[in-house]
């Protein structure tokens, strides 16, 4: 069958299914028909995956596992680079033949492991031309994390200081290059062996964690950004300042750690990132400039998708981990 917008002949498609929730043997690779698009949505031929930690959480049962699990098949995968092939009617933004790329439908189905996925138009911004289908894929959920909060809720300015734990990390890494950007002083955490790759990023100082506590060197900073949880936040609270803010990348944020940063007047919050084509344009445009610069650490062929999550799983994983649907 031919669609009316651009000719796309319609087929089945790759696609990696979950077929229960566990382990990586349950991703299985199958055939599945190309989606049929809505008339606010694209059709995209995916180019690269990015994998992130909800994508592991989720599959092992929990994250957003109680969202997705009566969608049959269910798909895994937020994170897409990729080629418009198909628009829908009402779709002003792109046209058949451009590149795209986005965080789609979080938190609902996204639907990434596929050779072809629905995406709404609002989601995706153009991929600039001077990064890769790999760059672009790295450069969506978790450089919308570090935006969303650094930005859109902190709102940090030139002159402030900001403390960045797991600062190699996927989130990490980009939020070192923006803070940086706008000329926050960034004090970046990481282990030794990344320390050079946190200082490349733009970060002023570096404590590595396997050899100090960052809590005995630093105090007073306007902002800290909290990959953890548990003893990690309290650790965070001893070293922001009166009035400052904690963003807590985990929302398992503890009675007592709100009853103490409520004494200190600290703002610990946590903000699950959102799709979203605005601030994608803004992330787009960084990206264009060099401002900010996706680190891929490690590339996997898509019939390889276990892998990808047994590394992610490894949790030393620097960067981000990306997985090549097509050239």
Known sequence: MNCTAGNFVRKIMKAIVLNEFGGVDQLLMTEVPVPIISDDEVLVEVKAISINPVDVRTRQ??????????NHPLILGWDISGVIKETGKNVSRFSKGDEVFGLVNFLGHGQGYAEYVAAPEAHLARKPTNISHEQAAA????????????????KLKAGESILILAASGGVGHFAVQMASYVGASVIGVSSAKNREFV?????????????????????????????????????????????????????????????????????????????????????AGLLAKGAIKPYVSELFPFEEMAKAHLCMESNRTVGKIIVQVSK
């Open 199 to 283: 200082l490349g990023l733009g970060a002023d100082e570096h404590i590595a964690y396997d050899e100090k506590e960052f809590k005995d060197i630093i105090s007073e900073v306007d902002v800290v950004l909290d990959a953890f949880s548990g003893d990690s936040l309290f650790k965070s609270l001893q070293v922001v300042k009166q009035k400052g803010i904690i963003l807590s990348l985990l929302p398992f944020i503890s009675e007592e750690v709100l009853q103490k940063a409520k004494l200190k007047e600290v703002d610990v919050h946590y903000e699950l990132v959102h799709s979203s084509g605005a601030d994608m344009d803004i992330i």
């Open 61 to 70: 049962g929990s994250a957003m596992a109680d969202h997705l699990k009566n």
């Open 139 to 154: 450069a969506t959920l978790s450089a919308l994390t570090a935006w969303q909060l650094l930005n859109n809720y902190a």
